[in-house]
T-cell receptor
């Protein structure tokens, strides 16, 4: 059974600072997703990482994947208040045609002025 | 394309009542997923459809839960004899080969069982 561990679970940052969220998972995964969730809202897809060494960047967020270490990171550069949200990583293991996602507990990010 | 839609957005019910939720996936997405999310946790997989066939169910899905996807389009999730522990956000997602199997989530149905 695939297990996902995110850390930290809570992150309070000052605007302008950098930080990294870590996502470890327990078994081989086909692909890994990062999602953002605002309070009371649904999930917004941020990144899809498909292969070892994959790196994707969008604005102040950059995600990477190391399949050998079973580790993905989400790096935040020069944080701004609008990035305050909960971030989830979700590796996917295909069982036949079922690419179901297994989510971590999420990292609640608060960016303070 | 309007994305994944879910109805109702909120449902308050009394313990023991039955409830049904609906999910309309993105057009032409043949894969449909249901997840459940409780407060402070990540979503947990419940069940998966490819077209109209329900191909996998989680152990989380007790006998009180049933899901259908007639004609491979919209899906319904029914909970019978609701319990307070069923209170959660129920999320639907859809995907397809053309989306690279990336799952797009609906707004969710928040269920409160009193």
């Amino acid at each position: 059974e695939l297990k996902v561990e995110q850390n930290p679970l809570f992150l309070s940052m000052q605007e302008g600072k950098n930080y990294t969220i870590y996502c470890n998972y327990s078994t081989t995964s086909d692909r890994l997703y990062w999602y953002r969730q605002d309070p009371g809202k649904s999930l917004e897809s941020l990144f899809v990482l498909l292969s070892n060494g994959a790196v994707k960047q969008e604005g102040r967020l950059m995600a990477s994947l190391d399949t050998k270490a079973r580790l993905s990171t989400l790096h935040i550069t020069a944080a701004v208040h609008d990035l305050s949200a909960t971030y989830f990583c979700a590796p996917s293991v295909s069982g036949g045609s079922n690419y179901k996602l297994t989510f971590g507990k999420g990292t609640l990010l608060t960016v303070n002025p | 394309d309007t994305g994944v839609s879910q109805d109702p957005r909120h449902k308050i019910t009394k313990r023991g009542q039955n409830v049904t939720f609906r999910c309309d996936p993105i057009s032409e997405h043949n894969r449909l997923y249901w997840y459940r999310q409780t407060l402070g946790q990540g979503p947990e997989f419940l069940t998966y459809f490819q077209n109209e066939a329900q191909l996998e169910k989680s152990r989380l899905l007790s006998d009180r839960f049933s899901a259908e996807r007639p004609k491979g389009s919209f899906s319904t999730l029914e909970i019978q004899r609701t319990e307070q522990g069923d209170s959660a956000m129920y999320l639907c997602a859809s995907s397809s080969l053309h989306s690279g199997f990336e799952q797009f989530f609906g707004p969710g149905t928040r269920l409160t069982v009193l």
